[in-house]
Structure formats: C-alpha cells, structure tokens
C-alpha cells in the first residue's frame, strides 16, 4: 500500500509502501517516524481522536492517499552517517574495450535519440513519441546506421555555403551579359512548358522527408534524412529560380502550377509524388524516395533540362543540375546504406526484402514510365533513364531483392 | 518580380494541394491542427530566408563559434573556468543537448503537418537551427570533458542518464508532451512561450553568468543560438497574432496552449536554470527571480501579450503562482539537489557566506524559508533524503512547489487512479487531455519497494560508501540492462 506523508508547515510530502495490504495507523506511523523528516518526534495524524489500532481503511485512507501528520515533541536532527546498501561497485562495472577515437561525425550524430518507456505514450498515434510501428521494417538495431557522406551540421552548411556561392556566381555571369535572352526560341517553348514545374517533385521529396525525420528510429538516420530534406528544399528553389531568370527574358515563366496539376507529361510524376509524400511508414518513405522514383525523376528531369543546352546558348542551367546531381548522389548513397542496413539484418532481412520487394515491384514500373513519359522518347533521355535504372535495379539485387518481377514489368511499360 | 513576390515563388508556392491522394491521405485528420484560417495559404512567415541565404549566413556563424572554442582550447581559457560554474555545466549541458534535439525533431513534425506553406517553410529552417544547437551543445561537452575530466557526462552515459536519472525526467517529460502536440500548440509552445518569454533566461541571462565565471565559450555558444531564436520568436508571434485575428474558436486555444505552456515552461526552468543563475556561479550577475521578472514579466506579459489583448487574449492563467514560486523556486530546488547530491554527478555545495548575504539581498523570504535550512546543515544535521518524493504525475518534478514547508498537492481520480499533482497548473494541464498524460509506470515508491536494494543503490548511482558514482566514473554497462521505469 503506498502512502503519501508530509509532516505539517515542515516537509514536502514522502512517499511510504506498506507491505500489510490492511495497514493500521501504528503501522504507518511506525514508517513515517523511522524517516529522517521525523526528526525523532512522537507523530500523529492530523485527525481527530484517532487511535493507533485503528485501521487505514476504516478511516478512509486508501493507496495512493496524502495524509498529514503532527509532530510532537523537540526535534533531534540526524547527526549520524547514512546508512548506505552494501553493493559490490566493481562487479558491475565493464571495463573500457578500448574501442578507436570517434570522428566528429559520429561524436556529433549519436545517442541522441531517447528510448521507451516513454512518459507520453499515447492515448492515440499523434501522441506517440517514437513507436517501432510507425514502419513496417524491422531491424535489430537501428543505431547501427552510418551515412556514407558522413556530413553533420557543422560540415553540412559549409559544404552547401560553397555549393551555394557558386551558383550564385553562376546566375550573376549569366545575367551579367543577358545570356538567357539570346536562349534558342525552341529551348525557350520546352524550358517555358518543363522547367517551372521541375520545382514540385524536388518539394515532394522535401516534405516526405520532413516526415522520415521526425519518426526515423535513430538519431543516425533522421540526420542523414534531415539533410535530404533540406538539399531537396534547395533543389526546389533553384529550379523555380531557373525559371526565374528566364522569365527575366521571355514570358510565360511566371506560374507554373497550372501545368504541375494539369499537363499530361507531369501526371504519372505527379501522382507518383503525392503517394510518397502520403506515405506515413517512414522506412517505406526512404525506399520509395530515394532508392526508386528520385534517381529515374532525376535522370529524366536533367536530361530534358541540360540535352543541347549548351548548343542553344544556356550554360547556366547544365550547371544548376549538375550542383544539383551532387546532392542527390549523396542521397542515394545514404539511401543505399539505409537499404542494406534493412535487407542485411540478420533476424529480419529476409522478412524486410520480401517487403521491398514488393514496394519497389509496385513503384518501380510506374517511376520508370513517369520518368519516360517526363523526358519524352528521345535517345538521350532514354539512355539516361536507362542508366538510372540499372542503378536501381543495381541496388536492389545487391540487397538480394527479388527483381524478375519488376524487371519485367519495367519491359511491359517501356514496351 | 519584387523581391517578396520571389520569395514566395521559391517557398510558400512550391506547395501544392495534392489531388491524387487527397487530403485525408496528405494530412490525416489524426495529425491536423484544430486552429482555422480562412485561407492558410495568406499567411507570410515574417523572418523569410532562402535557402542560399540561410546556409551562408549560418555557416558563417559556425565558423565564429568554432573560432571562440579555439581560441578557448589554444590560450586555456576553459581551464580557468570557476569550478563552481563547471558544475553547473555538468547538470546543464546535458539538458541543453536533448532539449534542443527534440526542438528538431519537433519541428520537422510541425513542418510536415502545418497547414500553412510558410509555417512548413519556417518550421523546416528552425528545425535545422534546433540541430545546430544540439551540435553545439555537444561540442561544449567535448571540450568540458577534455579539460575537467571529473564528473562530465561522456555520451555513452549521456543517453543513460537523460533516459532514466530521475533529474532528467521532468526535461524528458516536457519535450516528449512538446513532441506531441497539435502543430499550431507546437508554435505556440515552443516559438511564442517558450522561445519569446523564456529563452532570455537560457541564452541571455545564463550565458551573462558563464561569462563572468570565465566561459567564454558558453557565453558565445548562447549568444549565437539566441540569434536563431530571434527568427523563431517572430514566427511564433506572427502565428499567434493571425490565428487571434481569426475568430474567437482560436483565441480559446491559443489561450489555453500559452497557459499550457507557460505553466509547463516556469516549471522546467525554475528547475534547470534558476540554480544556474542562483546558486552554482560565484560572480552571480542577475538572479532568477530579477531575470524572470525583466524577460517574462516585462517583456512578454507586460509587453507582448498585452498588446495582443486587443484580440481578447489574456495574461497566462497562473501567473499570480508562478510569480509566488518565483519567489523560493530556486533555493527549493537547491535544497531538493543537496538532500540528494549522492545521488548525483555534480557538486551541490552548502551556499557560502558570501552566498547567503547575496540570497538574503535578492530574495527577502529566503530567511524566513530556507536560511534555518542551511544553518542546520552547516551545524552538521544530515539533511539526505531518506525517502523518496511525491512526484508530480504531470511535469514529474517532486511536489515540493513551492517551499517544501508550504508544498501544494494537489490529487484527481481519472480512471480508477489518484493522480497527484504538484501545482493547480499541472492539474490544470491533466484535466484539460486527462488521456494524454495517463501514467505510463508506476510511482517511483512502488517499483523500488520491490526491487533488491543493490539494484536499487546502483539506479540511484551510489556507491557503498556513500560517494557518487556518476559522470566519467560511470563505466559502460553501468546501469542494469533491464527495462527501466522512467519515471524512478
């Protein structure tokens, strides 16, 4: 029976357990008195006419009750040592194993992320704080998780501060001598259809891994997604600053929405993008992003965007992409890593590649033909798609991911 | 195209209302904000940074933080810190790491689900300043642990501790309800209460006190995180002042998550900081009770809250008890340290001479209240703890608030459970989403009654003779491998 005591105008309330299940007030006040807040006084309850053979319950004093007690009597504060329990200190510590000197990388990443048993843990799934439901992948051990870029705050904006400059050197060259005016006109009418709309699936991928982050089930995994989140942010915005910059020039560059939610070579990536961003399995999300539909957007985005650029006299937009293709090798590489902690695992690999397997067999042919449908049936985006796809399907086998099927059904769509 | 107009192009636009999937598919009604707007899309983040922008700029801070360490580390400032400040550190800084690592995994939440584009934009931006600080945090760890080596938390019992040390629950207590809230009440607790009211204490007042205790780094640390925080406090009060202006269905909730969270909010800094700025330093520039009153009281209450009075809101609900509290909370709290220091990896030391001159100038009732404390202390009463605390089931710090002579407790039956609470602002919290804050263990009584008393002594990280076995004494495997109550 647990009982709260606090001795009045002197002490904040104490907790007692009695072991007796039907307790009398002697025996609580046996308890109380015994503890250093007692101070050797004689006690009472702060009851009426009470006596010590009284029963707790007859009184109505239930588990989990506060009672106040009077103290009688000159105190005698405790001037004795502690008693302390008598433990064994050296069994149980572990010696040190001598384990090599940690990069910044990892002294900056890990064990951070906290653990059940959680004090909020949810009358509903909002009110989850990390739950291992919140995907359907199962791993042994999700701190083992190593992003290959091994990039960390500090790193991560220096990388993108210089990435950023220069960029942003390239747009001044660019406008310096009015490039972007003297563009081809067929270039202009594909990049005035093309380019604007580009923005939205880089934001798609942004928000999904807005959603990655926050449930990834280590500190490891949500910082290397926390930086995809960010990367696909900027990608957004320099295509939709592309745009920008043309429309410096020639109309029609303005808003790109309309074609985003209604031309038809937009459509298959459009809703392609909108299942991820929906997908709130966190695992899956990572699969489905960055292992199959952003290396067959990319290459089909890219090749539409950079095929003969140079030759119509655009030399900023090859760049962009290819500052853009920087983050998103990196992306892949952590995708992969993420890809192979899960297919690997000893216990549950065989149960995680069956579930894969059948994700990816589901996505992988409709990313293939919205990357196709994207690009359109040229030879130099058919090659690019082409050799996104063996980087896929690369991935996967590597993984040991069942392929036939998907492979196959890569063929019935291109066909 | 103005400069506004292509912001709003690169962010607030990119944002689309998916058609494929729908709504309830996007944003389950699960995971949506009860707030309306007529229009969420009108709604303009005020701090607008781009993409570009924000990577140079905060790099360039990085680089000017990292510059104080160094200089830190190469003319040994760091091991001339007072050594009283160093312990302070050892209880804070681990704090600091984890409360700014939930701040980021907090706002990608609220970046995902917000129903406003500029709030997503401005949420993910201060998500990855949240990461910056938590980095930083860490690498102030580093070098404490480099330079005085007793004591400090190292990151393999940095997580221990911050999961299952009873000092750190009422921390993980908070943020774990922060990380878990509607996303507007995350704007509003984090960005409008916490950030705007309280984090002048954290990052202004404190980082005074490090400074004049020789930490030059932690003075710099603070400095440059209170940078980032003046961008995440416009976002929470431009959040605050559209949702006030929309109808009175979202005053009644911006009016209960500010109460909410300025309750919540009092209650876990009065534990952490006001014995950073009270009782560790020697060279004490502002005491709590005069910082709390500047930076809350004046600067948001009197400032900022009254002005949105004109939408009908009004100051938090139990002001009048925080400012009561105000009064002993931290020489409570550093009673309730002392009692336990064995129990703990810092120095809890008996207040100085000096020290009590200064408690006795800046808080009036402190002779009434907690002189007589430490007098018996110093005449040799053991004064340990010997029993453990009522805890309150809401923030779970001990119902000790607000001087253990006066202590409020406060119970509710939810259920078939009492559940007691330290303050009516917890109780007022736990009635408000009684099913949010059901207890997840058992009260810490109970678990121990049971348990063998080595396992007990080991928990509660005292060796056989008394002495503490905390921070870098703590070896691996140190605590059981066995499921832990958190709330112990």
Redesign the interface.
């Known amino acids: 029976m647990l009982i709260y005591s606090r001795i009045l105008g002197e002490a904040a309330p104490e907790a007692f357990v009695l072991a007796d299940d039907d307790p009398t007030v002697s025996d609580l006040l046996n308890h109380i008195g015994a503890a250093r807040s007692a101070q050797g006084r004689l006690l009472e309850l702060d009851l009426p006419d009470v006596l010590g053979t009284a029963k707790l319950a007859d009184l109505g004093i239930a588990d989990g009750d506060l009672i106040d007690i009077r103290a009688v009597g000159e105190p005698h504060p405790d001037t004795g040592v502690s008693a302390k329990p008598d433990i064994d200190v050296d069994a149980i510590r572990v010696p040190p194993d001598g384990a090599r000197r940690l990069n910044e990388y990892e002294e900056a990443t890990r064990l951070l992320q906290w653990h059940a048993p959680y004090h909020i843990d949810g009358d509903r799934p909002a009110h989850q704080v990390w739950t291992d439901d919140s995907t359907a992948l199962r791993c042994t051990d999700w701190e083992a998780y190593r992003s290959p870029d091994k990039l960390y705050y500090r790193t991560y904006t220096t990388r993108q501060s210089r990435a950023g400059r220069s960029v942003a050197t390239a747009f001044d060259f660019t406008a310096a001598d009015s490039q972007l005016a003297t563009v081809a006109p067929e270039r202009v009418e594909m990049l005035r259809e093309a380019l604007g709309p580009l923005q939205y699936p880089d934001w798609g991928l942004c928000v999904t891994h807005q959603h990655t982050t926050r449930f990834a089930l280590s500190s490891w995994i949500a910082g290397a997604t926390s930086f995809m989140m960010f990367d696909e942010l900027r990608h957004a915005q320099l295509y939709g600053r592309l745009a920008l910059a043309y429309g410096e020039h020639h109309d029609g560059f303005d808003d790109p929405g309309p074609a985003w939610m209604a031309a038809p070579q937009f459509q298959p990536t459009r809703r392609i993008v909108e299942e991820i961003m929906a997908t709130l399995d966190w695992g899956k999300a990572i699969i489905l992003a960055d292992i199959v539909f952003e290396p067959l957007h990319t290459a089909a985005a890219h090749s539409l965007l950079t095929s003969g650029a140079l030759a119509a006299g655009d030399s900023l937009t090859p760049f962009v992409c290819r500052s853009i293709e920087d983050d998103k090798i990196r992306h892949r590489e952590s995708a992969s890593a993420f890809l192979r902690l899960v297919a690997g695992d000893e216990r549950h690999g065989e149960r995680n590649r069956e579930l894969i397997s059948g994700w990816a067999a589901d996505l992988m042919p409709r990313a293939y033909a919205a990357s196709v449908a994207l690009a359109g049936a040229t030879t130099a985006s058919a090659a690019a798609v082409s050799e996104a796809l063996t980087w896929v399907q690369a991935q996967l086998a590597e993984a040991e991911i069942g392929l036939p099927a998907i492979a196959s059904a890569v063929e019935e769509v291109s066909a | 195209?103005k400069s506004r107009e292509?912001y709003q192009?690169?962010?607030h636009?990119?944002?689309?209302d998916?058609?494929?999937?729908g709504d309830d598919?996007?944003i389950?009604e699960?995971?949506r904000t009860a707030c309306t707007m007529p229009d969420w899309k009108k709604f303009n983040d005020p701090f607008q940074i781009?993409?570009?922008d924000y990577?140079?700029i905060?790099?360039?801070k990085?680089d000017k933080f990292?510059a104080v360490r160094d200089a830190g580390a190469r003319f040994g400032h760091i091991g001339r810190v007072d050594p009283r400040w160093v312990e302070a550190m050892k209880s804070f800084n681990t704090a600091l790491?984890?409360s700014e690592?939930y701040n980021?995994?907090?706002h990608?939440?609220v970046?995902?689900f917000a129903p406003a584009p500029a709030i997503?934009?401005a949420s993910?931006v201060q998500?990855?300043d949240e990461?910056?600080h938590?980095?930083e945090a860490?690498?102030q760890a580093?070098d404490y642990v480099k330079h005085h080596e007793s004591g400090f938390l190292l990151?393999?019992d940095?997580?221990t501790f911050?999961?299952r040390h009873w000092y750190f629950?009422g921390d993980?207590?908070f943020f774990?309800?922060l990380?878990?809230t509607d996303p507007i009440e995350a704007i509003i607790g984090t960005n409008l209460v916490f950030e705007t009211a309280f984090t002048n204490l954290l990052f202004i007042a404190a980082p005074a006190a490090g400074v004049a205790n020789g930490d030059f780094g932690f003075g710099q640390a603070h400095l440059t995180i209170q940078s980032d925080e003046t961008r995440h406090m416009a976002l929470g009060q431009s959040v605050a002042r559209a949702m006030l202006q929309f109808g009175d269905d979202n005053l009644s909730l911006i009016q209960d998550w500010m109460d909410k969270w300025f309750w919540r909010c009092h209650r876990l800094l009065l534990a952490v900081v006001s014995p950073v700025l009270d009782y560790f330093p020697k060279k004490k520039p502002i005491s709590y009770k005069e910082a709390f009153r500047r930076y809350v009281l004046e600067d948001f209450i009197e400032g900022y809250v009254s002005e949105l009075s004109q939408f009908g809101l009004q100051p938090p609900r139990h002001l009048a008890q925080a400012l009561e509290e105000v009064e002993h909370g931290s020489h409570t709290i550093w009673r309730s340290l002392y009692t336990t220091r064995?129990q703990l990896w810092f120095d809890v030391h008996q207040p100085t001479d000096d020290d009590l001159a200064w408690l006795h100038a800046k808080y009036p009732a402190f002779g009434e209240s907690h002189a007589g404390f430490w007098r018996?202390a110093a005449d040799?009463?053991?004064?340990?703890?010997?029993?453990?605390?009522?805890v309150c089931d809401l923030c779970?710090f001990?119902?000790?608030f607000p001087h253990?002579?006066?202590?409020n407790?406060f119970?509710v039956d939810y259920e078939g459970?009492?559940y007691?609470f330290c303050s009516e602002g917890c109780q007022w919290i736990f009635e408000r989403e009684s099913?949010?804050?059901?207890r997840?263990?058992e009260?810490?009584?109970?678990l121990l009654?049971d348990k063998d008393?080595?396992w007990?002594?080991?928990f509660l990280n005292?060796?056989?003779?008394?002495t503490p076995?905390g921070g870098t004494h703590a070896?691996?495997?140190?605590f059981p491998a066995m499921?832990?109550?958190?709330?112990i």
């Open positions: 195209m292509q192009r690169l962010t636009s990119l944002h689309w998916p058609t494929y999937v598919a996007y389950p699960e995971w781009l993409f570009e990577v140079r905060q790099a360039e990085e990292h790491t984890y690592y980021y995994r907090g990608v939440r970046a995902r997503r934009i993910m998500a990855m990461r910056r938590a980095e860490i690498y580093k990151p393999k940095r997580i911050f999961e629950q993980r207590s774990e309800d990380i878990t064995d018996a040799g009463a053991v004064v340990d703890a010997d029993t453990l605390p009522m779970k001990p119902c000790t253990p002579a006066r202590a407790a119970p459970q009492r007691w099913a949010k804050y059901v997840t263990s009260p810490s009584a109970l009654a008393p080595s007990v002594a080991q005292i060796a056989p003779d008394g076995l070896p691996d495997g140190y499921p832990v109550p958190a709330t």
